[in-house]
């Protein structure tokens, strides 16, 4: 099995910032994607950014320019760093990791979350 554990969050100030941090362990073979979803109250999902094994980034328009997503491949740890935080950013965040698990099923790994607060 494979856990997923974030900290970092918390309340924060709009134009503020803040970073998330998410440490996988267990039976782990091989990441190849890791990347931060969020979740506001009443809507779905989404995705916040990715980051591949190589090195490519994806950020959702919302985010680009405030949000960098970073990884430590030895250390199987995600990062987000958030800059000029705004009240709409306001969310669960989630981390997720996929790639492959030491049983060499594919794994898709779920954290619980961490609340990100951003007052006005």
């Known amino acids: 099995q494979v856990q997923l554990v974030e900290s970092g969050g918390g309340l924060v100030q709009a134009g503020g910032s803040l970073k998330l941090s998410c440490a996988a362990s267990?039976?782990?073979?091989?990441?190849?994607?890791m990347g931060w979803y969020r979740q506001a109250p009443g809507k779905q999902r989404e995705l916040v950014a990715a980051?591949?094994?190589?090195?490519?980034?994806n950020y959702a328009d919302s985010v680009k320019g405030r949000f960098t997503i970073s990884r430590d491949n030895a250390k199987n740890t995600v990062y987000l760093q958030m800059g000029d935080l705004k009240p709409e950013d306001t969310a669960v965040y989630y981390c997720?990791?996929?790639?492959?698990?030491?049983?060499?099923?594919?794994?898709?790994?779920w954290g619980k979350g961490t609340l990100v607060t951003v007052s006005s």
């Open positions: 997720n990791a996929q790639g492959v698990e030491t049983s060499w099923r594919y794994m898709d790994a």
């Open positions: 980051v591949t094994r190589g090195g490519s980034t």
């Open positions: 267990g039976s782990i073979f091989r990441i190849d994607t």
